[in-house]
C-alpha cells in the first residue's frame, strides 16, 4: 500500500508562485511514475502534470503554457510541481497520484484510470 500525502498548497494573489510536494510512501518509490491532477470545483478533475519514473520526460496540461515544472527527488520520496504565473482558474484541489504497474521507459500518464494511488489532496486559491 502507498500512502501519497500533498502539501505547499494555499492562498496566493494573481501572477504568484506556489510549490506543491507530495510524499510518498514505501520502498519502490522510484519505480513509480507519478503525477498531478486537480478539480476546481462543479468541474471534472483534469490532468496537470505527469513525470516517468526515471524521471527522464515530463508531460503538462494543455493550460499549463509553460507555467509549471514537476520534478522528483527519490531520495526524499517526493515529486514537487513548481506552479508560476498563477491565475485565478488555477483555482482548484490539487491531487497527487502514484501508478505502481509496470511502466514504460520514458511514458508519462494522463489519465486518471492509469494511476493506482492517490492521495487526499491541497486546495490552491489563486486570488484577482
Known amino acids: 500500500q502507498v500512502q501519497l500525502v500533498e502539501s505547499g498548497g494555499g492562498l496566493v494573489q494573481v501572477g504568484g508562485s506556489l510549490r506543491l510536494a507530495c510524499a510518498a510512501s514505501g520502498r519502490t518509490f522510484s519505480s513509480y511514475s507519478m503525477g498531478w491532477f486537480r478539480q476546481a470545483p462543479g468541474k471534472e478533475r483534469e490532468f496537470v502534470a505527469g513525470i516517468s519514473w526515471s524521471g527522464s520526460i515530463t508531460s503538462y496540461g494543455d493550460f499549463v503554457k509553460g507555467r509549471f515544472n514537476m520534478v522528483r527527488d527519490d531520495a526524499k520520496n517526493t515529486v514537487y510541481l513548481q506552479m508560476n504565473s498563477l491565475k485565478p482558474e488555477d483555482t482548484a484541489v490539487y491531487y497527487c497520484?502514484?501508478?505502481?504497474?509496470?511502466?514504460?521507459?520514458?511514458?508519462?500518464?494522463?489519465?486518471?484510470?492509469?494511476?493506482?494511488?492517490w492521495g487526499k489532496g491541497t486546495q490552491v486559491t489563486v486570488s484577482s
Open positions: 497520484a502514484a501508478r505502481s504497474r509496470v511502466a514504460r521507459y520514458g511514458t508519462t500518464y494522463r489519465r486518471e484510470t492509469e494511476y493506482d494511488y
